[in-house]
Structures are given as C-alpha cells and as structure tokens.
C-alpha cells in the first residue's frame, strides 16, 4: 500500500519561536503562512508543519499522490482505495473520505497507541 509522501505535524505552541527552532536544525520554510498560523518546513527529505492552535496533539500525515516534494505523482494509490483496504482489515477510522467521491481528500485513524495519522490527498 503506497501512502505518499511522510510528514509530521507539530502542534505548537508559539509558530515564531518553533520556526526559529527548527531553522538552527538546518530546516527552512517550505509553504504555508505563519499570518495563519501554520508553517511547512524542509530539510533534505524530511518534512516537518508547524501547527498553532490548529489541532491537539501531533499527526503523522501521508498525502497520497505527492512526493516528498509536494509534486504530484502520476500513479498513486487514490485515498478511497487505502480506506477501503484499511477497513477490510479491521482499522476503525475516526474519519472518512467520501467513497463515491473523487479527486483531494481525507481520512484519520488512531495506531494502538493513540498516535493520530491522516491521509490527506491534495490530488
């Protein structure tokens, strides 16, 4: 099962001084708007978002259809495929996508520790 490109994102407390952080470990701004309180950082291949006041705790995300570049990827496993494996395979989802959908969405589920995933496809 291909799940696209990995991330991690932080729930933070100040998005100005988790930046100044993160920027002392080599990473630098990738996206977002730190006007909104959100930041996507880069270093090499790894991928970090910088969240404040967003959401509790943090979320390991894959968005399906991306590479760690956030470009797409002309094949990809579509999100509705992976819910619908995931579900054969006994994995209670907290959210779902839309299966009679098409095109960017989402679904969370929690591992057995309680860490929360997404798979949030942009495509």
């Known amino acids: 099962m291909e799940l696209g490109a ?4 932080l729930c933070v407390k100040d998005i100005r001084i988790s930046r100044d952080f993160y920027f002392k470990l080599g990473f630098e701004i990738f996206g977002g708007n730190i ?4 930041l996507i950082l880069k270093n090499d291949s790894c991928v ?3 969240f404040q006041g967003m959401f509790e705790g943090n979320i390991l995300t894959f968005n399906p259809g991306w590479d760690q570049d956030a470009k797409p990827v002309p094949d990809f496993t579509d999100v509705r495929k992976i819910q619908q494996r995931l ?8 959210t779902e996508a ?6 960017p969405a989402h679904l969370v589920l929690k591992d057995p ?7 949030d496809q942009h495509v």
């Open 87 to 94: 579900k054969e395979e006994g994995i209670t989802l907290e």
């Open 6 to 9: 990995f991330s991690i994102s």
């Open 113 to 119: 520790d309680g860490n929360v995933i997404m798979l």
């Open 48 to 50: 970090i978002g910088l």
């Open 35 to 38: 006007a909104q309180n959100w």
């Open 98 to 103: 839309d299966p009679n959908s098409s095109g």
